[in-house]
């Protein structure tokens, strides 16, 4: 088994937000094995000679869509699933390059391509992955244009959506999604931008299917994740059991409040709605939902600052699409005006790991945990821009111990 040792190295500590210096950090095969204070002595090692520099753990986006090649929805539905495949091969390698070695798909990605990333048939970060998510008719999974009936349901469709109605629709494609290995499932609990016949102010399923989609997440030990802008839309679907609310942009103090008490989870996704302003048009979004985008741009900030003074567990998450994944890493910045840089780094380390019951798994630079690992020049905790710009910044990516890019020397 191959064994790499970093070595003077200063190590960040995301739980307490602090810097570990002069630390040796052992890696055998996929696992982190020690974090030591002083020389490891090894005679096979391979020894990588940081000289200060820092060493973290792995980046973690919350919200991705790794099959989004384009912010065209009805576009991608209508796609050849293996244009598709390889399509989201090049955005999920682009995130590992970025220094994200787990991503955590809310629509789209699903057991085929997180089984190639395993096998290393696709180069990327590790895929936590729900499947299509659940939406009802005209609802923000459902991409038919208000002149369209038909809608093809077939599972091998590249779409991010499935169109399911009443209670035993909502069991009965729940129970599919875990079959096929869902990590948590996803519903659309409010309007969207990028579905053509809704409006962001909407509420999408009844209690009673809401419910019966967390009944059927909890049987299987997963959770459930929503697509909510508005308070009504927060606060019915936390109130029902959802663990984890996307977006959030037009939330309330009350929103928050119940978010916190029943210790749920935000994911902000300020990356996209700044993006698609800036470029989601040239990008393949209809000019005639880019509309749409000013009813939540703005409010995301305010969110997020109510969220960070209630002591809201947030976690980073980005929701790009087509060519602007680029941008995966300017969330950072986005956030940086109202959260610190140490809570910023525990949102894409430990808190996107704990959201993911991964815990005990990745998140930290830590004995025992899988070697995803990433090494940057300067010190985050000081100046966040660090990790809002790898392009200048990253030197070095491990996941699941194999070194994917080297550019230390």
Not at 98 to 125: N, W
Not at 226 to 252: F, W
Not at 369 to 397: F, S
């Amino acid at each position: 088994m191959s064994i790499t040792i970093f070595e003077n190295a200063s190590v960040i500590d995301v739980v307490a937000g602090e810097i570990l210096a002069d630390r040796h950090v052992v890696v055998e095969g996929s696992t982190i094995k020690d974090v030591a204070e002083a020389p490891v002595a090894s005679a096979d090692a391979r020894r990588i000679d940081l000289k200060g520099g820092t060493l973290m753990p792995g980046l973690i986006d919350s919200h991705v869509h790794v099959t989004a090649f384009s912010a065209n929805f009805t576009e991608l539905q209508r796609s050849s699933p293996f244009y598709v495949a390889a399509a989201a091969a090049t955005i999920m390698g682009g995130m590992l390059d970025r220094g994200f070695t787990t991503v955590r798909d809310v629509g789209g990605g699903e057991f085929g391509l997180a089984r190639a990333v395993e096998q290393g048939l696709i180069r990327g970060p590790r895929l936590i992955y729900g499947g299509k998510a659940l939406s009802p008719t005209g609802g923000h999974g459902d991409v038919r244009l208000a002149g369209v009936d038909r809608h093809d349901d077939s599972y091998n469709q590249p779409g991010l959506g499935r169109i399911v109605d009443g209670v035993p629709d909502v069991r009965r494609h729940a129970r599919e999604e875990i079959r096929r290995g869902a990590h948590h499932l996803k519903i659309m609990g409010n309007g969207g931008i990028s579905s053509p016949t809704d409006r962001i102010s909407s509420d999408q399923f009844s209690e009673e299917e809401i419910a019966a989609v967390v009944d059927e997440a909890n049987m299987a030990d997963l959770y459930v994740v929503v697509h909510a802008y508005t308070p009504r839309a927060i606060k019915r679907s936390v109130r029902l059991g959802v663990r984890s609310v996307e977006h959030g942009n037009l939330a309330d103090q009350e929103a928050i409040d119940l978010i916190r008490e029943r210790d749920a989870f935000l994911v902000p996704t300020l990356a996209t709605y700044r993006a698609l302003k800036d470029e989601g048009v040239e990008a393949g979004l209809p000019l005639e939902l880019a509309a749409k985008i000013d009813d939540v741009l703005d409010a995301g900030i305010n969110a997020v600052e109510m969220a960070q003074r209630a002591g809201v567990q947030m976690a980073y998450g980005t929701d790009l699409l087509g060519a602007m994944h680029r941008r995966q890493s300017s969330e950072f910045a986005l956030r940086a005006d109202v959260v610190p840089a140490a809570d910023l780094i525990r949102a894409a380390t430990v808190n996107g790991a704990r959201l993911m019951r991964l815990e005990n798994e990745i998140g930290q630079v830590k004995a025992g945990y899988r070697a995803d690992l990433i090494v940057v020049d300067g010190n985050p905790l000081d100046d966040i821009g660090v990790l809002a710009a790898p392009e200048k910044t990253l030197r070095l990516v491990m996941a699941r111990g194999i070194v994917t890019s080297d550019r230390l020397r």
